[in-house]
């Protein structure tokens, strides 16, 4: 399974970002897919989740700014982030998931200026 993620880049605070991720070589909607971030000197961390029926798991301090979605069908993963602040500066991770194990995408940078 390969993953790529695209859509990371510089914003003001307050303002969106769409992060998008694409995975290959699955095809199966028995999954979990989703978005981590790290940020330096931190560990890497939860921001949400999605499974192939829809269920989305979110970080507390994320929820009602993200928005996570998946199309099945594109096999891709969305992550909307919105009201966003200077502390959600880190370098966002896909992420898909089977009984069999995991994957992770390359990881694209949010930077989020004051």
């Known amino acids: 399974v390969q993953l790529q993620a695209c859509g990371g880049g510089l914003v003001q605070a307050g303002g969106s970002l769409r992060l998008s991720c694409a995975v290959s070589?699955?095809?199966?909607?028995?999954?979990?897919m989703g978005w981590y971030r790290q940020a330096p000197g931190k560990q890497r961390e939860l921001v949400a989740t999605?499974?192939?029926?829809?269920?989305?798991n979110y970080a507390e301090s994320v929820k009602g700014r993200f928005t996570i979605s998946r199309d099945n069908a594109k096999y891709t993963v969305n992550l909307q982030m919105s009201s966003l602040k200077t502390e959600v500066t880190a370098v966002y991770y896909c992420?898909?998931?089977?009984?069999?194990?995991?994957?992770w995408g390359q990881g694209t940078q949010v930077t989020v200026s004051s």
């Open positions: 992420l898909h998931r089977t009984v069999a194990g995991s994957s």
């Open positions: 070589g699955s095809t199966s909607s028995f999954n979990v």
């Open positions: 999605i499974t192939g029926g829809g269920s989305r």
